[in-house]
């Protein structure tokens, strides 16, 4: 089976952050499984010629041009507009990673016009909005692929209602929820030294980064040799970070190494003594679950997709607020919590986000919208 995933923006920082790394991992898995699979997106930040692969998948990138003042929604390419429609004809199945922008929209527009079968899959990133440019795409295109789409899945209830909202009338006929998958780890060992407390995500102000720094005073007085590192590209809170570092004298135990590329992402989780991600309604993260994958415990808040997931299987701390971040990476450093939580959270992404699970339901979902793009597919509506 050919299959074109769809994205926004691919770049060396990994601006566009998880959506990225979902398409390439499940490209991967289909790769895995002897299909045709590839990616196209914008690209951003590299020399010429663009690369041809977006980690490891064979891609076709086109330079992102600004056009709009409007963040990731502001960007598009020329060449990829003209080309939306020969890309999507030379597959079987167009898997569009849906956001409000001149990317993705145009994509799955091509593929509706095309006749193609239409999977979307939106990562909470639309959602109803009151935003005058949010209320002009909806009407103009946003409610259109959703309705025209194949299939739309959605990670958790929340997002579903949402979509609903977006949708208006009777909502989606067409969800489907799919839960995002993380590639198996093989087992390390225990990361040796003192405590190394991690954060690695965008540092926005949704994020909370900041907190992560308030907190580390309180694990530095019981752990005074313990480190903290805030990694991950600026989106407008890094200024903010470096300021609360220097207003508690902390320079010499806070690191901002900036972005990580996937290797050493991976390496920095399994150096991890505890992973936080003190971000608010965040819906399904990636890095909490690939952090449990090499067996870090983690600390989320409780607004997290994974929240519950992680308070069940013990596989790290939910906290209610930033004055609780301390108080649970403490907790996660006694050695015989960390030995607990650790094979608790790879037993929960063994069991519930394998990406081998994951892949045969997506699987069973591109099968429906070739068999018949028009009927609802039967799988869950949940």
């Keep these: 089976m050919r299959v074109l995933h769809a994205v926004t923006l691919h770049s060396p920082t ?15 898995g ?36 600004r056009v709009l003042p409007l963040g990731f929604s502001g960007i598009t390419s020329p060449s990829l507009l003209r080309d939306a429609h020969r890309l999507v004809r030379a ?32 990562h909470g990133m639309v959602d109803p909005s009151g935003r005058r440019s949010a209320r002009l795409l909806d009407a103009l295109a946003v409610r259109r692929v959703l309705r025209g789409a194949a299939a739309v899945l959605h990670l958790t209830g929340h997002e579903r209602r949402e979509l609903d909202a977006v949708v208006g009338g009777a909502g989606l006929e067409r969800a489907v929820r799919l839960v995002n998958g993380v590639p198996a780890q093989a087992p390390g060992p225990p990361p040796e030294g003192p405590p190394r407390v991690l954060y690695a995500a965008r540092l926005h102000a949704r994020k ?23 990694a991950g590209p600026d989106e407008g809170e890094l200024a903010a970070v470096r300021a609360r570092i220097d207003a508690l004298g902390l320079a010499a135990h806070v690191e901002c190494p900036g972005p990580l590329d996937a290797e050493r992402m991976t390496e920095e989780l399994r150096r991890a003594h505890v992973y936080v991600l003190p971000s608010v309604d965040e819906p399904f993260p990636m890095s909490v679950l690939e952090a449990m994958a090499v067996g870090t415990p983690v600390v989320v808040t409780a607004s997290n997709g994974l929240a519950r997931d992680v308070d069940r ?70």
């Design 91 to 122: 597959a079987d199945v167009v898997h569009v990673h849906l956001a409000r922008d001149l990317v993705t929209l145009p994509v799955a527009l091509a593929a509706l016009r095309a006749r193609r079968p239409l999977v979307l899959q939106t």
């Design 30 to 65: 289909l790769l895995e499984r002897g299909h045709d699979a590839r990616m196209t997106a914008l690209a951003d930040g590299f020399g010429h010629p663009l690369p041809d692969t977006v980690e490891g998948v064979p891609a076709r990138l086109y330079q992102a041009r």
């Design 208 to 230: 909370r980064p900041v907190d992560l720094v308030d907190a580390a005073p309180a694990v530095l007085a019981r752990h005074p040799d313990a480190t903290f590192v805030v």
């Design 313 to 382: 299987a013990g596989a790290g701390r939910v906290v209610s607020g930033a004055d609780g971040i301390a108080p649970a990476v403490l907790g996660l450093l006694a050695p015989d919590a960390r030995r607990a939580a650790s094979a608790a959270a790879r037993a929960l992404t063994a069991e519930s986000f394998a990406m081998d699970a994951v892949l045969t339901t997506l699987l069973g979902v591109y099968e429906q919208a070739r068999a018949s793009r028009d009927t609802p597919y039967a799988g869950s509506q949940a």
């Design 14 to 28: 990994h601006a566009f952050g998880g959506p990225v790394r979902v398409a390439a991992n499940l490209c991967h």
